[in-house]
């Protein structure tokens, strides 16, 4: 857990570890106790390969959830379709990975999160027909993430009348953005589409106070917008962001709501953020399908996961022949200093023709 997303990482191990604590508790599933054991990909393929690749060899694990990056998951791919070890991704949001996946070849794939396709065109819809936001400065992370989410937004500009005035992209380590926002607000600017990291977000928009773009110009993407700590470093900034997100803290179900005491209890009132609620919901995924497989034996619970109905906290998951979860994303603006909710939307994913 180190590298530039080390702290999704250390989340998505707490929300791991309640869940199978929470299921250890009260007996196991099938009489087994849950075991986890942790790698560190450092979000690179290369080390995660070696990482799991130890992990099967030595660690003889069954079942896994990973990778936080997608250029990693991808990698994983075809290690687990080899070795015949169930993969169920639970925070790589690449497209590519289950295009690829199930009837688009590899059969030990699924994931249960929602793709930065699915992520752009809510976004990018409401943006442009409720706020009328057509003109777009993009400054997005500089890595298979950001230009990723990027080029999969671009599908969409056409759709819904969006023009880019400027674009650039930033390392995860960088501090300074003065140079990227003074041109950004000689740029006609109405908005600026980010994909990115917390730190990342909360320098951005400090240095947008600076620079007098605060009520100006909405940052919409993805970026940790509607963290509290990220509204905190300057809420006039972050007023009128709009963000989607696979889940959050205030969203309104009873497992949701269970799901958050129980974290803030484990975890000394940290609230949750949404890697550890994803990874907390896979492993009790996870669980379940073995309970539908009545085994543990991981071509079993492929076919029980394949045809399972989960009754998740954002409702019931299912997945598609291409062993992607049908999932809803939660539509985020930040107003008066507080994330509000604007719609729950599910979007059907298109794959390529083959």
């Avoid at 409401?126 to 992370?141: D, G, N, T």
């Avoid at 674009?167 to 994909?195: C, R, V």
């Avoid at 100006?216 to 990220?230: E, M, S």
Wanted: aromatic share 10%; proline share 4%; charged share 20%.
């Amino acid at each position: 857990m180190t590298g530039a997303n080390a702290p999704y990482g250390s989340l998505s191990w707490r929300g791991a570890s309640l869940a199978a604590k929470e299921i250890n508790a009260a007996g196991g599933v099938l009489g087994h106790k849950i075991e986890l054991v942790r790698g560190d990909s450092q979000c690179t393929p290369v080390e995660g390969v070696l990482g799991l690749q130890r992990m099967i060899s030595s660690d003889h694990i069954q079942f896994v959830l990973g990778d936080i990056c997608s250029s990693a998951t991808l990698a994983y791919e075809p290690i687990v379709e080899n070795a015949k070890v169930l993969l169920i991704n639970a925070a790589s949001s690449d497209p590519t990975i289950t295009y690829k996946a199930g009837v688009g070849g590899y059969k030990w794939t699924f994931r249960n999160y929602p793709t930065d396709e699915q992520r752009a065109g809510i976004v990018l819809k409401y943006a442009s027909e409720q706020r009328h936001l057509h003109k777009i400065a993009i400054l997005s992370v500089d890595n298979d993430y950001g230009r990723g989410a990027i080029a999969l937004s671009k599908k969409f500009f056409q759709r819904y009348g969006i023009t880019v005035v400027s674009e650039d992209y930033f390392q995860a380590s960088t501090t300074e953005f003065l140079p990227e926002l003074n041109k950004i607000k000689s740029s006609g600017a109405q908005a600026i589409l980010m994909y990115g990291y917390a730190a990342s977000s909360r320098l951005v928009a400090r240095q947008m106070l600076e620079s007098g773009l605060a009520g100006k110009i909405a940052l919409i993407g993805n970026g940790d917008f509607t963290n509290p700590q990220t509204i905190k470093a300057a809420p006039s900034v972050l007023n009128g962001a709009i963000e989607a997100a696979a889940w959050s803290p205030d969203y309104d179900s009873a497992r949701s709501k269970s799901f958050v005491h129980d974290y803030e209890a484990a975890y000394g009132g940290e609230v949750p953020q949404v890697h550890a609620f994803t990874h907390w919901e896979t492993i009790n995924l996870l669980a379940a399908a073995i309970r539908k497989a009545g085994s543990v034996d991981p071509a079993a619970v492929k076919q029980a996961l394949a045809g399972i109905s989960f009754d998740g906290a954002t409702g019931v998951v299912k997945f598609d022949n291409h062993d992607q979860a049908d999932l809803p994303m939660i539509l985020y603006q930040v107003e008066n200093g507080k994330p509000v909710i604007k719609g729950v939307f599910r979007t059907a994913v298109v794959y390529p023709k083959p």
